[in-house]
């Protein structure tokens, strides 16, 4: 350093200089600024002996100037094998090139014992080509790599808690690439480790719903905060083509130029199964198996309302077991809910599956025939009763077989007609069977009864 050296330090206009001093550069100044640095300054010569230790490497380590300099060697400032790293890397050319190390990371050795992390600057004084000494500037780096420490553990815990969640949790982009899916995803939608990634979200959901994902996506990620997100339904599909229920709950958030939307998606499949479950109780008879009264009803008004507008044929055909209160009383209600049950096997397994079959109550039954007008009915109906008549029963152990008749009434509807007048068509109908004999099947249109066919009976009459 050389006293009276003279530099300005900024040029000023020609007309703002008047008055100017350049500032004069003396060592005193080049001292003062280092006492001054808010890094510690340290240096040493080449047997490592400490020359320089400013206020900031006091504070720094936690040593006085006079207890260092020309006490201690560099070398136990670091620990143990720390000082012979930095100057590997000093003449080595990756950290700023061979006589420079800039923001090299390493530890020093606190007076305490303590070891703490610090970024390294420095250079090899020279004076007349030849290497006089080494300073640095050491800067204190605990609390960016507490930051740093805090920032790994808290991705490890969210990584963990991705991880080990029930639900699954998918982010994908802008465009629907999904860029993260944790193992409970793979795990519903049935792909291996890793498979998920890179594909696109959109390509989980079945074709026939992909029209409402946009709906469903405004309205998942309405909410503003995590306790007012709200939920939507949808359904995904699995890698062997399954369908699953599944309930989702999304985020947004923008990163850089990016959007990222974080999907939480529950299997609801057991509890849809549930719903249905409870869904077919309250409209299947517990004891037939067939849909019950309530359901018939439901269902008959929309059936009734399609034909209106599209002028399908609509028929009804009402069913009552022949004689069964004799046959309840003679063999007793276990025998005939054997009966009742193998009447409602049998319509199930008799008609059409777009036919849909109801016990209306006791021994009546009813079936609604869509697109089905009163012949054809009548056809159906008389085949069924057949069949049904050839049904055999043992009431009694080792007793002969018994066989029951049904009579039935045909309703087809007309413009203006109800549900209830179809039910009420049907049943003048059943009753002018049951009057001509049983064991038939007539239709309202004709309402003089005609024989269709005698009793089959063998055991009990019709």
Known sequence: MHEGIQCNIIRKPDSIRQGYRPLEITSNFFEELVNICPEGVIGNDLAGNVILFNPSA????????????GKINVSSLYPKGGAR???????????????????????????????????????????????IGIVGFFSDISARKAAEREFI??????????????????????????????????????????????????????????????????????????????????????????????????????????????????????????????????ITDTLTQLHNRRHFYSLARKELERSKRTK??????????????????????????????????????????????????????????????????????ERFRVRYSEVEFRPLPGGKPVTMTISIGISEYRDGDTVEDLVHFADLAMYAAKNSGRNRTVSYADILPRPTGGSSATDFPA
């Open 312 to 381: 399908a044929a609509l028929s009804l055909l009402l069913i009552d077991i022949d004689n069964f209160k004799r046959y309840n009383d003679t063999y007793g209600h276990t025998a005939g809910d054997q009966v009742l049950v193998k009447i409602g096997e049998v319509m199930r397994n008799g008609f059409r599956s777009m036919n849909s079959c109801f016990r209306l109550g006791g021994e009546e039954f009813v079936v609604l025939m869509t697109d089905t007008g009163a012949e054809g009915a009548m056809v159906a109906a």
């Open 85 to 131: 790293e930095a100057k590997e890397f000093l003449y080595s050319e990756d950290y700023g090139g061979r006589g420079r190390l800039v923001g090299f990371e390493t530890e020093l050795l606190h007076k305490a014992g303590r070891i703490f992390p610090i970024s390294l600057s420095c250079a090899i004084l020279a004076k007349g080509g030849a290497e």
């Open 58 to 69: 006091e504070r720094l380590l936690g040593y006085t100037r006079e207890e260092v300099i």
């Open 153 to 282: 553990e808290s991705q490890n815990r969210f990584r963990n808690i991705v991880e080990t969640a029930s639900d699954a949790i998918f982010s994908f982009e802008g465009n629907y690439n999904i860029v993260v899916a944790n193992r409970a995803a793979e795990d519903l939608l049935e792909y291996g480790k890793g498979e998920l990634t890179g594909r696109n979200f959109k390509h989980l959901i079945p074709s026939k719903y992909g029209e409402g994902w946009g709906q469903i996506e405004r309205y998942a990620t309405s909410g503003g905060t995590p306790s007012a997100r709200k939920t939507a339904e949808l359904i995904l599909l699995s890698k062997t083509g399954r369908e699953i229920p599944v309930q989702i709950s999304m985020s947004e958030r923008q990163l850089g130029e990016k959007k990222i939307v974080t999907a939480i998606i529950r299997d609801i499949s057991a509890q849809k199964a549930a719903e249905e479950e409870l869904r077919l109780l309250s």
